[in-house]
């Protein structure tokens, strides 16, 4: 079992950036997928970046590729997402994920991910 604390998001306007973290409490922290999902009222769960275990492989939704960069730092049990050029609807709340094994590339279904971080708002201004 691990635990995921989120940090970072909040207000930006139109073009602007935001870095988002999660901190897992356990060096295990390594032999997990992680991902980014976002979601907005009314709105199913929307799987935004996955990297795998050691970096081997990242993926990101059409949408924000170019735009957003995961990345996992496992000497410090962090998982990134490097948010540039926001966009409106880049506004929702973020939340972090974790699924135990090595798996390539990582899924993009939430129902795959057994551990989560309490979610975090970013919103993004016209």
């Known amino acids: 079992q691990v635990q995921l604390m989120q940090s970072g998001g909040g207000l930006a306007t139109f073009g602007g950036s935001l870095r988002l973290s999660c901190a897992a409490d356990?060096?295990?922290?390594?032999?997990?997928?992680m991902a980014w999902f976002r979601q907005t009222p009314g709105k199913a769960r929307e799987f935004v970046a996955g990297v795998s275990r050691g970096n081997a492989n990242t993926i990101h939704i059409d949408s924000v590729r170019g735009r957003f960069t995961i990345d996992r730092d496992d000497a410090k049990n962090t998982l990134f997402l490097e948010m540039t050029n926001l966009k409106p609807e880049d506004t929702a709340v973020y939340f972090c994920a974790a699924k135990w094994g090595r798996t390539n590339p990582p899924p993009t279904d939430a129902r795959n991910y057994e551990y989560w971080g309490q979610g975090t708002q970013v919103t993004v201004s016209s």
């Open positions: 356990k060096s295990s922290f390594k032999m997990y997928t």
